[in-house]
DNA sequence: ATAGGGTTAG
């Protein structure tokens, strides 16, 4: 239809009526082209001075409310000389539709003031701005107001209050709005159901969408649009299913709807059938392609993301911010710095360097691409307000790529310029806690969590216990924990983990206790946690039971778990329990393999494990920095000096690992059990390290065990100077000189010792009694369950006392049970060790075995009688698998010592 | 007047 245009009009007219009659055809008609082509209908209404009929300035002002914006109308409307509900309505929704809700609130204020009584369509456009406004107050006293108005039955005003109410996060109460609603049509059912999608209770959706077909209300395009968001944690078959009722029902395809059906698929990793619906109808818009190139991303399928931006290109839709992010991310998944910088340069060209969501994208993807954090900050300073988000971004990365003191400065940089940290920030610069252990920093976070209550963010709650927890703050770790609404697996993981890794192993396994009080299901991190806590202590009744739980849970095939139970057996010395959780795992990785290496290797099957190092390779794996302390560990432990020196060769020449202090140790390790003490300072003097104490202890070690007193005593003065805090140079010195005939001087050592205020570290041991892991200190006579152990271990020695059997170390001190317990702990290594008290054996996770002491007690072999078989154990090696089928007395009855 | 699609940070 073409316009009349008003000056025609005038020409051609004389009568009042019809002018007003065409004019509103015309206002019908206005857009904002018609407007461009001059259609003025003010001035002549002025003229003829029909300003005062209200329904023509009604629409008037609607039409300047269209075309010129909020300011020309709210002047129009200033100017009126009377006003009815629907001028003050069309004034309100003016302001609504522009997103200027809290305007709008305000001049509904002025309209309540001036008297006017609102209608059902004010009411509508107040409650929206209180839903979009996320205004929960001002939103119920709008409900309020329409129940004493008596419009609580309008069916458009029930759409609108769910919406109010969902967007508010109360859900139960919208559904409750909804089941008192007497005509429920598509557009309140879809209402519903969207805002169930949107709080993420996606079966109650699927529930009230089946309802809904039940009820004979016919879905559209609107429905379907928010429900296929669902499958995406409900499971593909709900989106193949809501898409075959889709289809049934004849709907249509539009835009809109094609985009989330792509996203449904492409987020259940289905990228064909994602190409398959959009290709249905030639439609396509930058926002499809932006979920076709998001989708491929997600899917990791970088090149067919680069190919859809270049069709996208071809066929001429200019991709935007959002595109550009997607694309970002493929790089960074890839971590492509030459796409990254291809993009860069494309988002320059576009203008959107200063967008925050292209720019944030940016600075995520030089983060995690480039090693140089000036890259990241160029991005950075480029747009022009950072919002939170890439602030996050930037925090995040300096933390990852280990420049707390940026992310702590980046972070006081973000308050400044009066940005507010959210959850995400919160818990990025809490991880920089974690990572550096900062006291002070951490504190002062955990303040501002209190007093923005960002604490009931379960994540934010989560990194702050992990904060604590790496502190060794345990009790505050704790307290956090009892504080937060809502715990994870995550929250208990992270304490069992950091209680790991200081070694309390007993005190991670009491967290299962605690975790199952909260009623907080294991996940398979929390699983591997506790595996690791049982390896740590041998507590093989505790790790057993563990995987029976991790297969009934559906757990086991984790990969994290399943590497647990490798680590955890071979631990325990259950070598073919070990080997058995290996060969289950369908892929196995790196950490696997290490895991059975060292199981093997820690239990004096140097053999296996070098072969099994071989496997390894041949299966196509890359030795890493673990592989080869574990092979240096095996190779010194197995006294192959050549072999460890040539396979420490090999990591720089072969697979491109640059040996690190740890490696250096385990050289120093290798050459000094092999006597070979003069090489072994050799390589502390020469290697590209400053030497540590450990590697002083080491070699200290050596120079006892071969008693090279000058040597001996250089490496304990180098030691001392290092770290004059540690005891253990004057215990390993003085042990050198006793050794070595030179009693006066080992006394004058331990007198040295004393007279500096140094005491020897209380040895500590655990035992698994009855299922319990008890925590013994050396010298602790006050435990419950001490006589028990005390009898146990006191027949033991009495028992190799009698064989002549006890190692020397032992044999002229009366060393209590306990005592002992923490020894056997310290025969191959200084670190906590555990022992086992199970069917009368003992087993100590540190020293590989019992049947491996007994070997130690012996020249070169013994024999145990396992039944109707006989076992030879050679001196360095052992089965522990049979000895744990094996009866203590057994061992002791049955066996033979060839001396 | 009421309901719908794409993006970046843990």
Redesign the pocket.
């Known amino acids: 239809m073409s316009l009349p245009t008003v000056t025609k009009f005038v020409i051609n007219t004389t009568q009042v009526n019809c002018f007003k009659e065409t004019c509103l055809r015309v206002l019908s008609l206005c857009n904002s082209r018609a407007l461009k082509e001059g259609v003025c209908v003010h001035s002549p209404i002025t003229k003829l001075g029909l300003q005062e009929d209200l329904y023509l300035s009604n629409n008037l002002l609607s039409l300047y409310a269209k075309c010129f914006g909020v300011e020309p109308a709210r002047h129009f409307f200033d100017e009126m000389p009377d006003r009815d509900v629907v001028s003050w309505?069309g004034m309100l929704?003016a302001y609504?539709?522009n997103g200027r809700y809290d305007e709008a609130l305000e001049f509904f204020d002025l309209m309540s003031i001036s008297g006017q009584c609102p209608?059902?369509?004010t009411?509508?456009?107040v409650?929206?701005s209180c839903?979009?406004l996320g205004d929960f107050d001002y939103g119920t006293r709008i409900h309020a107001y329409v129940i004493k108005l008596g419009?609580e039955s309008?069916?458009?005003?029930?759409?609108?209050m769910?919406?109010l109410y969902a967007k508010c996060g109360f859900t139960d109460e919208a559904c409750k709005i909804f089941r008192n609603m007497d005509n429920r049509?598509?557009?309140?059912?879809?209402?519903i159901i969207?805002s169930l999608v949107?709080a993420e209770k996606f079966s109650q959706a699927l529930a009230h969408y089946m309802e809904m077909i039940c009820a004979g209300v016919h879905p559209?395009?609107?429905?379907?649009?928010?429900l296929?968001?669902a499958p995406y944690s409900l499971g593909l078959n709900y989106g193949k299913l809501l898409h075959a009722h889709l289809i049934s029902l004849g709907m249509r395809l539009?835009?809109?709807?094609?985009?989330?059906l792509v996203?449904m698929y492409s987020?259940c990793q289905k990228m064909e059938d994602a190409i398959k619906v959009s290709n249905q109808t030639p439609?396509?818009?930058?926002?499809?392609?932006?979920?076709v190139?998001?989708?491929f991303?997600?899917s990791l399928r970088v090149t067919d993301a680069i190919a859809a931006l270049h069709e996208m290109e071809l066929s001429g839709i200019v991709?935007?911010?959002?595109?550009y992010?997607?694309i970002?991310?493929a790089s960074?998944e890839i971590l492509s710095l030459e796409l990254g910088k291809q993009i860069h340069s494309r988002i320059i060209k576009a203008g959107l360097e200063d967008d925050?969501?292209?720019?944030?994208?940016l600075v995520?993807m030089y983060m995690k691409c480039s090693d140089l954090a000036e890259d990241a900050l160029g991005a950075f300073r480029d747009i022009t307000s950072p919002?939170?988000?890439?602030?996050?971004?930037l925090i995040?990365?300096f933390s990852?790529h280990g420049f707390e003191k940026d992310s702590f400065q980046s972070f006081e940089e973000m308050r400044a310029v009066g940005v507010q940290p959210?959850?995400?920030?919160?818990?990025?610069i809490l991880?920089a806690c974690s990572t550096v252990k900062s006291h002070s920093q951490t504190v002062k976070l955990h303040g501002l969590i209190v007093k923005t209550k960002?604490g009931c963010?379960?994540?934010?709650g989560?990194?702050l216990v992990d904060a604590y927890a790496a502190l060794g703050m345990v009790d505050d770790a704790w307290h956090v924990v009892t504080s937060m609404i809502h715990r994870d697996a995550i929250t208990y993981t992270c304490l069992a983990t950091r209680m790991n890794q200081m070694g309390r192993y007993e005190v991670a396994l009491d967290v299962i206790v605690r975790m199952h009080m909260d009623d907080v299901e294991m996940d398979g991190f929390s699983m591997a946690s506790f595996l690791s806590s049982s390896a740590g202590l041998a507590a093989m009744e505790t790790g057993r039971q563990l995987h029976c739980c991790s297969i009934k849970a559906g757990l086991a095939s984790g990969i994290s778990v399943s590497n647990a139970l490798v680590d955890f057996y071979g631990k325990c010395g259950c070598t073919d329990d070990a080997y058995r959780a290996f060969k289950g795992i369908s892929e196995p990785d790196i950490v696997s393999w290490n895991g059975l290496i060292s199981g093997l290797a820690s239990t004096g099957h140097i053999s296996s494990a070098l072969s099994t190092f071989d496997d390894m390779r041949l299966a196509g794996f890359k030795p890493d920095y673990i592989t080869f302390l574990l092979v240096l560990f095996a190779c010194s432990h197995g006294g192959l000096v050549e072999l460890g020196l040539e396979h420490f060769q090999s990591m720089r020449e072969k697979h491109e690992i640059a040996p690190q202090l740890d490696h250096y140790a385990c050289l120093v390790d290798l050459l000094g059990r092999a006597g070979r003490l003069e090489d072994a300072m050799e390589v502390i003097m020469t290697m590209p390290f400053k030497p540590d104490a450990l590697i002083y202890k080491t070699l200290l070690g050596a120079c006892k065990s071969h008693r090279n007193i000058a040597l001996g005593e250089y490496v304990a003065r180098q030691g001392t100077e290092l770290d004059p805090s540690d005891p253990a140079f004057y215990v390993l010195l003085a042990n050198l000189y006793e050794e070595s005939g030179q009693p006066d001087l080992a006394k004058s050592t331990r007198r040295v010792m004393r007279e500096r205020g140094l005491k020897k570290n209380p040895g500590q041991c655990w035992m698994e009694i009855r299922n319990k892991v008890h925590l013994f200190n050396a010298g602790d006579r006050s435990h419950p369950q001490i006589n028990e152990i005390h009898e146990k271990v006191e027949s033991l020695i009495t028992e190799l006392k009698n064989r002549g059997n006890l190692y020397q170390d032992y044999e002229d001190s009366s060393y209590h049970s306990e005592k002992l317990a923490v020894a056997f702990g310290l025969l191959r290594t200084p670190r906590n060790a555990s022992i086992r008290i199970s069917k009368n054996m003992l087993i100590c996770s540190e020293c590989h075995n019992f049947i491996m002491l007994v070997t130690q007690f012996v020249d070169r072999e013994i024999i145990v009688r396992d039944g109707n078989r006989l076992h030879v154990f050679k001196k360095g090696e052992c089965s522990c698998m049979v000895a744990a089928s094996l009866q203590q007395d057994e061992i002791f009855h049955n066996s033979v010592c060839h001396s």
């Open positions: 309505t929704s609504v539709r209608n059902e369509f009411l509508s456009s409650l929206r839903s979009l419009f309008n069916q458009y005003l029930g759409s609108t769910i919406d049509d598509t557009i309140s059912w879809t209402t969207s949107q559209n395009e609107f429905t379907f649009v928010k296929l968001a539009n835009l809109v709807l094609k985009t989330a996203n987020k439609d396509y818009d930058v926002l499809l392609w932006t979920s190139i998001s989708g991303t997600q991709p935007n911010n959002f595109t992010s997607s970002l991310k960074s925050t969501c292209a720019g944030g994208a995520d919002s939170v988000i890439t602030w996050t971004s995040a990365g990852e959210n959850s995400f920030t919160l818990s990025s991880r960002a963010d379960t994540v934010v989560n990194a």
